[in-house]
């Protein structure tokens, strides 16, 4: 018999994910945690059992897409519009100030303007998937640190548009400036989107009556819907997870679209784990044990620093100190866009290889500490489901 030479590949996976998964249940800690290390321990830095993270990768960039797009059906646009002064006003603080804690370390390492930047902008985004994974997993959507943490992170995905063409005006490569005007079309198009969502507040999509009893089709046109305009918003430059985010609230607008959710519940499932398997492969272990101390260290300062930067600034913004040091602490790993970021700057020769592993192997193992950290600090603060609050409803 011709064996495929994915499906011991496969298996090796789904048999990490369920073994380590009825462990953490058993523990009480959330799956996340299981995702990564089953992705440290089957990597090519573990025990290369899984060698082609490309395709797992690529696997796992489908998962971020619909887990984002399963928020967005969540969602209220009017909530998020309200919320417009923690959006805006807080992400751009809290990203200034990023740059601005960097800026004496860089300067004792002797580092250029570029790449004192970079390094700020990287430890500024938070995670999407983590973050979001969590809020879902602890039902804390409706309550106001999940309504906070959720409209941040969504600005942090927007503040790429900016942070790219920074990165590339002081790189080596030339800003395309056709790209830039495209970005900034595509900004104001979703933009535009969300607005007419939260002024219509219930929209009727076409066709949607005939798919209604046709369960086989539904499959295809929920995904059809879902990954359309990420396709769209990637076109554009911007974030595919954003446009998933949109096509999320488009759906949870139109009332008669309830069997969207139940259609791609299980795909969801499949693909954020492999998502979060992905990352924990590009835990390099050999490079870590080289350099522990330093890495270390700079995890260490940057889970504490985000955490006490973005709980400061939500409590100058009027929130109680106890929900803004939680929303401080659900932000406080390092997000999978800086990968991004990172990748950038060493195409852009802003890093050297050296502080590129350097950067993977921070970023990586703030996504691996973080639930447990968030965890913590949730027991400490003496929250539980029972005891979070509803956010308000104007």
Known sequence: MHLDPIMPYLVGAI?????????????????????????VILGPHGI????????????????VVLLLFFIGMEVTPRKLIDNWKVAVIGTTLQIVISVGVVWPL??????????????????????????LKLLQDWQEFDSKVGQNVLVILLAQDLAIIPMLMILAAMGDSQTDAGNIWLQLIGAIAIGSIVVYIALKETIRLPLSNLLRDDHEIQIFAALAICLG???????????????????GMIIG????????????????????????????????????QQHWVQISALVLLVIITNTFINGAILRALGENW?????????????????????????????????GYQMTVAVISISLLISPPWIMFIKHVLGRTPSTTQPANSS
Do not use: C
């Not at 290369?48 to 998962?63: K, P, Q, S, Y």
């Open 229 to 247: 305009l990420s396709l769209l918003t990637g076109l554009a430059g911007l974030s595919t997870a954003l446009g998933a985010f949109v096509a």
């Open 106 to 131: 860089g300067a004792y390492l002797e580092w250029p303007f570029e790449r004192i930047i970079l390094m700020g902008f990287v430890i500024s985004l938070s995670s999407t998937a983590v973050v």
């Open 15 to 39: 048999l990490a994910v369920l073994v380590l998964g009825i462990f953490l249940r058993y523990i009480r800690q959330p799956y996340v945690i299981g995702y990564l290390i089953a992705g």
């Open 253 to 288: 607008a139109a009332k008669e679209t309830q069997w969207v959710h139940h259609s791609l519940e299980s795909f969801r499932v499949v693909f954020v784990a492999l998502f979060f398997v992905s990352i924990g492969m590009l835990v390099n272990l050999e490079f870590i």
């Open 48 to 63: 290369a059992f899984v060698e082609d993270e490309a395709l797992l990768g690529r696997l796992g960039a489908i998962g």
């Open 322 to 354: 106890r929900d803004s040091l939680y929303a401080g602490t659900m932000l406080s790993q390092i997000g999978e866009f800086s990968f991004v970021l990172a990748a950038v700057g060493i195409q852009a020769h802003i890093i050297s290889d050296y």
